[in-house]
């Protein structure tokens, strides 16, 4: 009876201490349930609240867009009123200069990815560009000085230039002093598709397979060139070129000096290489004796100092549909070219015998940029598949994929380069970051992000110690790649250009930045103090490609003018 007793009491105790185990459970599952509910709470809260910080950083740059270009209309307007009153009255009226103020919010980082205003540029436009008569100018860099525009890079002329025209209507071309058209009559041109942002994306049918393929259009942009003065003793009669007579047709270019700064810089035209379609990619061989071309269909190789076509590396011409090539890059020997196309593919060309020595594959979309490796053993490619490739061309393999899932690009790499030393391979993307790594174990290194908007072109300095960056957000970067790790080391912001930057290319000896843009322009920047010196509007169309010899001596612009021209630059 009693061990009847003692077993009923510790099935009652076990029973009780069963129920609080059971309460207690509850308890601390319903306290979970409201800790889980809280934090889903302040999550949604943050996202909320990091959604409106962007959506305001968005539209605070918007405006400052459109905040420029009103700007820009009250400008041509004053300086129409100040041409009808020197008409009027016979004398000089100084030009005003107007600065915006700089546009930040607390917690928003600069618009323009400009230092903080202390030591921002003043101007987040392009110059100001007035006649020589003019008092004044904004300089890229907020500099005030007047800008002289003459022919064939002369240095600024007499102060007793002609006067120039009122502006002429929008949309066409300004016409010269002299009554000469600086567009020359419209060729036939095909639109060619840049690589552009996921929501650019449009679809695309072609061999009854449906392709997801960005598309820009090239056409004339919206941006025309600035009304200019021209003085007639600085007008080139026209140039020899490898595709077409000398005349008038070749004197459609201008220089723009900035008189803010000084400069001894000259440009001549050397030659014309008119294509049959866009001309998407330039590059020097490394002697500077050989350039190299890509549009659609084929590459071509020129003689630089005598303009003339070497030799032209085709596709299959009953291929149907287009193919263009995207990329050119020579082997530091000279004796391969790299070809990236849309074909997905790199093709390594025999430059000597003009065979095909291999074809890489093994992208899953266009390849939109090329580079050797300091030793000729490597290549990078970088690819609308938001990867890039390291290729080996003893092995015929590839050797590294750059890019994944966690610190790849998370859209299509645009630009890829090798540093001088070889030891590091940089990329742009159209996610607006630019990334590095290392080219011997491909092991991810080092983001940068400032861009607001795609990054469509990198380029090392020949130091190997800075890396430039143009984007579609209208401005140039340079990045300190030397140093401790930091994911904000933007050296300096170069803000200029009417439209996208599209290309940028250093000059050996580290002077001078240039760029190449949509709103057809080239300039030539102060890599130091991020102020450009020089402005050459030398084509009908987006200036895609721009690329500088090793001597030196010459640089070479590609455009959707389906013309690609050779130019001298000199002190």
């Known amino acids: 009876m009693y061990n009847n007793s003692s077993r009923g009491l510790v099935t009652s105790r ?158 066409a071309p300004p016409a010269l002093s002299s009554g000469l058209p600086l567009q020359p009559p419209k060729r036939g041109r095909e639109e060619y598709s840049y690589p552009a942002q996921a929501e650019r994306v449009v679809d695309d049918e072609r061999d009854g397979k449906l392709n997801r393929r960005p598309q820009v259009s090239t056409g004339n942009s919206n941006s025309q060139p600035p009304d200019m003065e021209i003085k007639d003793e600085n007008r080139k009669g026209g140039v020899n070129g490898a595709n077409g007579a000398a005349g008038a047709e070749d004197a459609d270019w201008i220089v723009g000096y900035n008189s803010g700064v000084q400069t001894n810089l000259n440009i001549d035209l050397s030659h014309n290489l008119d294509h049959s379609s866009v001309v998407c990619c330039v590059r020097f061989s490394n002697d500077g004796k050989h350039l190299a071309t890509g549009c659609n269909k084929s590459a071509q190789i020129y003689d630089v100092t005598t303009g003339e076509k070497i030799h032209t590396f085709a596709e299959d011409p009953n291929k149907e549909g287009d193919l263009y090539i995207r990329s050119v890059c020579f082997s530091p020997d000279n004796k391969f070219l790299a070809v990236g196309a849309e074909d997905k593919t790199v093709k390594v060309w025999d430059v000597e015998n003009k065979r095909m020595h291999h074809t890489f594959a093994g992208h899953g979309l266009d390849i939109y940029s090329l580079d050797f490796s300091r030793d000729g053993n490597l290549i990078v490619s970088g690819s609308g598949d938001q990867k890039a490739r390291i ?18 690009p998370k859209d299509g790499v645009t630009s890829v380069a090798f540093s001088p030393d070889g030891k590091l391979v940089a990329a742009g993307s159209l996610d607006r970051i630019v990334r590095v790594w290392d080219a011997t174990t491909g092991y991810f290194l080092e983001r940068y992000e400032g861009h607001l908007d795609s990054v469509y072109s990198v380029a090392f300095s020949k130091d190997g110690k800075t890396l430039a960056s143009g984007s579609l957000d209208k401005t140039l970067k340079l990045w300190d790649i030397v140093g401790s790790r930091s994911r904000s080391r933007c050296r300096s912001t170069f803000t200029g250009h009417k439209d996208y930057v599209l290309s940028v290319a250093f000059s050996p000896d580290g002077n001078w930045l240039i760029s190449g843009s949509k709103d057809r322009s080239v300039q030539f920047w102060d890599p130091r103090s991020a102020i450009t010196h020089m402005m050459l509007q030398g084509h009908k169309n987006s200036v895609i490609s721009v690329a500088v010899s090793p001597t030196g001596r010459h640089f070479a612009t590609g455009s959707g003018d389906c013309r690609a021209r050779l130019w001298k630059f000199y002190h």
């Open 391 to 408: 290729w080996d061309l003893e092995k015929k393999e590839c050797v590294h994929i750059l890019g994944n899932d966690e610190v790849g």
């Open 14 to 171: 076990i029973s009780d201490q069963l129920d609080n185990l059971k309460q207690e459970f509850e308890t601390m599952a319903h306290e979970h349930n409201m800790y889980k509910v809280q934090r889903d709470d302040l999550e949604r809260k943050v996202q909320n609240q990091v959604g409106e910080l962007t959506t305001i950083q968005q539209t605070l740059y918007d405006l400052q867009q459109a905040h420029n270009k009103i700007k820009q209309q009250y400008e041509s307007e004053i300086m129409n009123l100040r041409r009808q009153l020197e008409m009027s009255t016979g004398n000089v009226v100084p030009y005003p200069s107007i600065n915006p103020p700089s546009i930040q919010m607390p917690g928003v980082s600069s618009l323009s990815g400009a230092p903080p205003p202390s030591t921002a540029p003043r101007s987040q436009g392009p110059p100001s560009l007035v006649p020589a008569g003019g008092k004044e100018m904004m300089s890229g860099n907020g500099s005030t000085g007047s800008i002289f525009y003459g022919m064939g890079g002369s240095a600024p002329g007499a102060p007793d230039a002609k006067r120039n025209f009122p502006p002429p209507p929008q949309g």
